[in-house]
């Protein structure tokens, strides 16, 4: 069965500090891994795509990586800010001649404090 | 705002009555999927479009559930004889192209509460 577990399902931390997301996988024939944040009460926003010959990929502060041997990604987020807090959510997909539909993870709730 | 639109924005419906819910993806994205996503999950997906038609059905989708896009431009969600269980927070997103590595786009969700 395709499946997506993410750790942990929520973290806290300082402002200023980094922190790392956890997501593995079980999804095949694997196509892409997404990495999405989604700020409670909306719609979920894309941070990063990666295809498996891709090991790591960034996007401002967030730096997603990608073990496609292993099945895991990771997260980082370095020097967190308040509007970091949010849910970030890892999303596989299944390479099909269609496009067979997204398993999400649960989320990871991560709260930025002062 | 040229994003996924969705309407309406919350929902409170009696149980038993129909409710619709409409997409507006981002112009000429030709792929739209509906999802739901109730507290604490991620979510789950429902269906999805490609122009006009539609592709592929979860079975999450039950016969209450029905999903339109008549001109392969906005889509429209219906629930007939809502349930409490239905109540979700349904989201819409839309993405360009058939590969599976395109961008999808979410719109903001439309939260459905049946008492």
């Known amino acids: 069965k395709n499946q997506v577990e993410q750790s942990p399902q929520s973290l806290i931390i300082l402002e200023g500090k980094n922190c790392t997301l956890q997501?593995?996988?079980?999804?095949?024939?694997?196509?892409?891994l997404r990495w999405y944040k989604q700020d409670t009460g909306r719609g979920p926003v894309s941070l990063t795509i990666m295809t498996f010959s891709e090991n790591t990929k960034s996007n401002g502060r967030y730096t997603a990586t990608l073990d496609a041997d292993t099945k895991q990604s990771s997260l980082h987020i370095t020097a967190s800010q308040l509007s970091d807090s949010a849910s970030y959510i890892c999303v596989v997909s299944a390479m099909s001649t269609g496009n067979t539909p997204l398993v999400f993870g649960k989320g990871t709730r991560l709260s930025v404090i002062a | 705002d040229t994003g996924v639109s969705q309407d309406p924005r919350h929902k409170i419906t009696k149980r038993g009555q129909n409710v619709t819910f409409r997409c507006d993806p981002i112009?000429?994205?030709?792929?739209l999927y509906w999802y739901r996503q109730t507290l604490g999950q991620g979510p789950e997906f429902l269906t999805y479009?490609?122009?006009?038609?539609?592709?592929?059905k979860s079975r999450l989708l039950s016969d209450r559930f029905s999903a339109e896009r008549p001109k392969g431009s906005f889509s429209t969600l219906e629930i007939q004889r809502t349930e409490q269980g239905d109540s979700a927070m349904y989201l819409c997103?839309?993405?360009?192209?058939?590969?599976?590595?395109?961008?999808?786009?979410f719109g903001e969700g439309s939260w459905l509460t049946v008492v």
């Open positions: 479009f490609q122009n006009e038609a539609q592709l592929e």
């Open positions: 112009s000429e994205h030709n792929r």
């Open positions: 997103a839309s993405s360009a192209g058939t590969s599976s590595g395109n961008t999808i786009y």
């Open positions: 997501c593995n996988y079980t999804v095949s024939p694997f196509s892409n």
